[in-house]
């Protein structure tokens, strides 16, 4: 019987690896789950992943894509500037936004999608709602057949809760992404550049990898009250992808639960739970070969000491 520190040398032995470590370690973690998970191209795993979710923030890969949908029909550009009056920032822990102080100012519409998806800042969702109100949003993303992924008109037009999707909408939106029929090549690599920077998340599947794993992974995470939850793109040493996943998790977690309600980081159950998914997905596909129409290939980790 195949060991989980056996190396998968066909996508077979991967999708049963990964289906292994993913219950073993969603029994640990406690909680209720909703999962799409796929390697090679074909499912591993599928719990109950046609269950419309909360999605909380990693409905903010579908905004960017309404945003980026508009730009490539010529409507809006990355360049554009847009207004950051006092009035807009939400004033929270999360972002960046709120610790500036300097107000009103004006930011590119590329940094406010930059700063959306890698610090998650939740003052962005407003901005993104200036040049992309909620309706027109839910209408671009039902026209690319994401009927469950939609946000949550509110009262203001321009502003909106970032409310539900399944995890085989968000599968399929990320399948579609690297296929190269979401978006046009240009707004392709943007978000893809975007999720696989390393100053976006990496409490969750990316915690257990080295720095050039992580900028094999493309991910988006999403938290508020007891909702815990991950989706994103591993790609293989040759920039194919290899895997995709949509994990979205709530309810009583193991441990004590005073603690786990206001843990949002790396040391929650469930987020134990993707860490040890990563490393598993990362491993699964290491001797995989992708064959894929597209390659994105990641940019080497160069830092500096300033100068």
Known sequence: MAQEGDVATTPEAARRKVARVYQREIERAGGTWWSAISV?????VSDDADTVVEAYSVNKIAVATAV??????GLLTLDQRVDVPASIVIQDTDGVFALDRAYPSTVTLGHVM???LT???NTCVRLCGLVCPALELNEILR???FVA???VPVANPNRFFLGRTTPNETHRLLEMLVGGTLLSPTSTDYLLNVLRSLSAFTDGVRLELTSTERLRVATKAGWFADGRNEAG???DAVGAPAAIYAMF???TFTGDPAVNVDNFGATHPALRARAKLGRTMIDAVARLSTPAARTFGAKAYRPVNGG
Request: net charge neutral.
């Open 149 to 151: 992924t939609q946000v």
């Open 114 to 116: 930059s700063l959306l």
């Open 249 to 251: 998790a709530s309810g």
């Open 119 to 121: 610090v998650s800042d």
């Open 40 to 44: 090679a191209g074909g499912p591993a």
């Open 143 to 145: 026209a690319k057949g």
């Open 233 to 235: 793109v591993i790609f």
């Open 68 to 73: 980026l949908d508009k730009i490539d029909r």
